[in-house]
Structures are given as C-alpha cells and as structure tokens.
C-alpha cells in the first residue's frame, strides 16, 4: 500500500515500496491482531454502539473479512481481492446509511486499536489519517 505514504529513504523505519505498513506493524499476526481489537472495541464502547448495532452477527466472518482487506491495504498480500475481486468499498458500504456519526465512531475505534496495536507513532499517526480519509469517503447519507 504504498499510496499510504511517500517513499522515505533516508528512514527505513518509515513505509517505502520495499518496506510497508503491514511489514512495519510485523506482518500478518499484527494486521489480525488490528482487525479483532477494531472489533473488539467496537463491541464493547459505549461510544460505538450504533456502529455495532448495524453490523451483523456473530463478527466472525467481517473480522476475517476486516483482516483480508487490511492486508492488502497496507501492502501485505492481497488476501481480499483474491477471494471477492476488488473491494469497491464505497459501493459496499451504500446499502447502509453511513453518517458522519458513524464515521466518527468508526474512527474512535479505529484509532483506539491503532493505539494498542501500531508501536511505530509516526505509522500508527500516518495509517489514522489514511484511515480518516478512507472513512469519510464511505459517507453516504
């Protein structure tokens, strides 16, 4: 996923076309362990809660889901495209009525997840914003 961020050569501790997101955060244990705490928090906060009562459940299959589109956003193997073909996000996400409410609660969690995921500051700053963007496009309403 190297439209997440410019190629740094003078820091190899940043994402470059040789060094991704997904090899900076340390493969795919940390890619899953971001997608399960994403759902994690979201089940549990009191802040997400209109978030989670549109999703459906059990969270099982959207965690995986989660985790195979992160893969590949970040620049690890595109797990998702390989079994749905591309993700067309904003086109998936139009049957629901995603307000800016939710995005923001979207956010919350993603960010809180981040947090206890993604050591690297500067990554974990750079993938929120990234993600912030993501997340307003899939406004809808």
Known sequence: MNRIFKANTKNSSLPTPERTPYDIMGGEAQVKLLANRFYDIMETAPEAAELYAIHPLPLDAIREKFFQFLSGWLGGPPLFEQQYGHPRLRARHMPFAVTEQLRDQWMFC???????????????????????QLASHMINR
Request: hydrophobic share 40%.
């Open 110 to 132: 993603m960010d809180k997840a981040l947090e206890e995921v993604v050591e690297h500051k500067l990554l974990r700053q750079g993938l929120s914003h990234s993600f912030g």
